[in-house]
């Protein structure tokens, strides 16, 4: 696994990111991209489910670009998370770390952030980037905020009109 929404295997001899994909996954790829050492890859199905995978709860995904693990099961995101920072940490740093005293799991999987950041489009339309795009999707990355801090009265909220600026990060809020 890697940060983002990609998985590493190998394919022909060569390293290949497939998003959304899980360890121990037997993925039917095309590959979409060659870059210098590595292959980009989209899965077109998943021949054989590696013991981490399950399907997504969130039913946004793949096409939110808001929870890049969510076909993982969440415990083990966790620790692949940690493996994933230790060896960063070691290549960059030299550090040998204890994947295992790196991350704390939150209380609950879903509902923990108490701040989050929308996209605005047009007429104030509040939304987060679908993956891999500057398009916005109204619903998307919900799951993750805490039920205390978000109060949606309809499916598509809206910003004040003096804060909606097209395509802008901003910042928002919600009611305690």
Known sequence: MTFGPYGVGRLDGKAV????????????????????GYLIARAERVLKAGAARRTPPCPYL??????????????????????????????????????????????????????????????????FYEAGSRRRTTHAGRALVSPRRTRHRSSAPRASAEAARPNRARRCAADP
């Open 62 to 127: 793949p096409r939110c670009g808001g929870c890049d693990w969510q076909q993982i099961a969440y415990s083990e995101q966790t620790r692949f998370k940690a493996q994933v920072i230790a060896a960063t940490l070691n290549h960059a740093l030299g550090l040998e770390l204890n994947p295992a005293t790196l991350i704390e799991p939150a209380p609950a999987e879903f509902g923990y952030r108490a701040r989050i950041r929308f996209k605005t489009g047009r007429g104030g339309r509040l939304g």
């Open 17 to 36: 990111m497939v998003p959304h994909a899980a360890p121990g996954d037997l993925l039917e790829v095309t590959v979409v991209q060659e870059r210098g």
